[in-house]
């Protein structure tokens, strides 16, 4: 049985990116080090947050990738004092666990009133102290699509598409030069952040018991969503390249597929995809006017469109001494991230009072982030959202049903099945 301990406990028996050479784990002498999961030019877009920033303190970055919750087990030397966390929801049993030490309660609140809004709060505290500062937001439940081809292809204003239009539409362009929606399903928290939304979108009553307390996964609104990714998926030839193709897509390979190769219309992808569409635009030589982002979709017209937030929070290890914790004081600050936002972009300021020029993909979504009622499911219920819940389940489940391989009811039933079986292992 697996359960929440030896989740957390698993990496200590891993060397902190035993890859590489102990002087890169190690750092600087005197350093703090910060873990961070980012690569490529987010990490690029973080060194800048922190050139500008006057820190206090050296800094140390030590880019985990996939492997950022082993800085939550390392011993000694090997440990950082900082650890950008993207799955909030395991604050609360890091610190039960004693891997962390609370942060300022001045770092929240201030004169003004509270920094960041409600659902941060419920994550990033434990019996009334803080333990996490939220760094970076996301806003999950955006839509980018091609402007330039839309005219020729029939495809409706895409801020009216519903649910229903959507599978209507991989069905009548599945098989032609261009399929309507790319899919990255390498990589699992993209099959996440889609059934989240589509739950979401189904029942938020059925979402927000799913994120508290105890879950029971086998319920209408649950079948639903999965019977209605069978609809998106189980279409032959719906996908570019179809299922074995997009099973190897990364998220920045879907995101290529609509702007840069156009094998697609459009593509379901938070905020952050924005360094990624420039990049596409600019190896395909395309202007920034043939972007275009509406939200998510509704279920039917005259329902709600889903609104999900997710994104990275600053934990203390329990090493982490005075010189940390000022660190974080200094990156909590609501202008800290401003170069990271008017530099590559793809990211919202979690602070109330961050002032920032948000180009005009996410000026919309930054405006209102605040007002989005639902944080990312998978982010917080621990291990059941990670690789061995969720992404597995969906990945199988997509296996199952794509290029209509598969009876969808029967797949439902495996799949939901499994989360239960998971679950009670979890607990």
Known sequence: MTTRRTVLRAAAALPLLAACSPDVLLGAPGSVRIAVSWSGPELAAFRSVLAAARLPEPVEVVPLGDEIYTALTARGRSAPDIVMLPQAGLVRDLVVDGRLRAVPDELWFDAQGPRYADHWRQLCYHRG??????????????????REALPGLRAGAPADWTLLDWAAEVRRFAGTGRRFLALGAADGWVLTDLFEN?????????????????RDWDNAAVRTTFGRLGTLWGI??????????ALVRQFADAIRDVFEHRRALAVA???????????????????????????FPAVAA????????GGDVMVLTAAAGARAGEVVRALADPQAPLPWIHGIGGFLGPNAYTRADYSPWTADSAAALRTWPAFDLSDRIGAVGGREGMWRVLTDFLITVGDAGGDVDAATDTAVATLARFERGWR
Do not use: N, Q
């Open 236 to 245: 032959r030839e719906g996908l570019p390249g179809g299922v074995a193709t």
């Open 269 to 295: 992808a938070p905020d952050f995809a924005e360094p990624v569409v420039r990049d596409a635009l600019r190896r395909a030589r395309r202007a920034e006017s043939v972007v275009g982002v509406v939200p």
């Open 198 to 214: 589509l739950l979401l979108a189904e029942s938020p009553a059925v979402y927000e018991s799913l994120g508290t307390g105890e």
């Open 129 to 146: 102290r803080p333990y996490g500062i939220p760094f970076k937001a996301s806003g999950k439940s955006l839509v980018w699509y091609d």
């Open 302 to 309: 005259g329902r709600e469109r889903p609104r999900i937030v």
